[in-house]
């Protein structure tokens, strides 16, 4: 199973890059192998040369990792995350355009009903953290809540599903969702 997810992370890495939700190696995956650990996306590696030994195993608690591989530097950011929600299995982290306009403005981002029952009414603006700090650690994963995602201020978008494919699904919502409500104004 654990030789599966390591593919499927791969594989959900070149989508993000082909769906224009990542520029360069910039965004991280990842996914919750048990209670104790996750696998990460290594820290800056192009997702269209990911392999499946590329992935790093983490301990949630510790964020100590196993390997060669340095892990991405928001390792903790996806830890903070699981840690909040029992129910998710995957996490992804982009830099997506539309996303990035209101993690600038530091707004939230209203749902449009089309999406609403995916994303909820509202996809919350986490407060400022530096990368890698545990402010923004704790700031998304208190905005993402019980969500599918939320924006990270001056930064980004993180999203969560009970697998890659929901988490990748709340992403392409979440990017399609921003566009129409700016394309709207």
């Given amino acids: 199973m654990e030789h599966r997810l390591r593919e499927e992370m791969a594989e959900y890495g070149r989508k993000l890059v082909s769906c224009g ?6 965004g991280n995956i990842s996914v919750r192998l048990d209670d104790k650990y996750m696998l990460t996306t290594p820290s800056g590696l192009d997702y269209m040369r990911l392999s499946a030994e590329d992935m790093v195993k983490v301990e949630i608690d510790s964020l100590k990792y196993e390997g060669e591989r340095k892990p991405t530097s ?3 950011l996806h830890a903070a995350i699981y840690k909040r929600r029992p129910d998710a299995g995957a996490v992804i982290h982009t830099h997506s355009k539309y996303a990035c306009v209101f993690a600038a403005a530091g707004k939230d981002m209203p749902v449009l009903d089309e999406y609403r029952e995916s994303l909820g009414d509202v996809i919350k603006v986490a407060a400022y953290g530096l990368p890698g700090s545990k402010k923004l650690m704790n700031n998304t994963a208190e ?5 599918a995602g939320a924006i990270m201020a001056n ?12 988490a990748f699904e709340n992403c392409v ?3 399609e969702n921003g566009k129409k409500v700016l394309d709207r104004k």
């Avoid at 939700?21 to 910039?26: A, I, P, R, Y």
């Avoid at 930064?155 to 929901?166: F, Q, S, V």
């Fill in 21 to 26: 939700l990542v520029q360069g190696t910039w």
């Fill in 74 to 76: 928001e390792k903790g």
């Fill in 143 to 147: 905005a993402v809540g019980t969500s």
């Fill in 173 to 175: 919502k979440i990017e």
């Fill in 155 to 166: 930064h980004g978008m993180a999203a969560c599903g009970k697998n890659l494919a929901e």
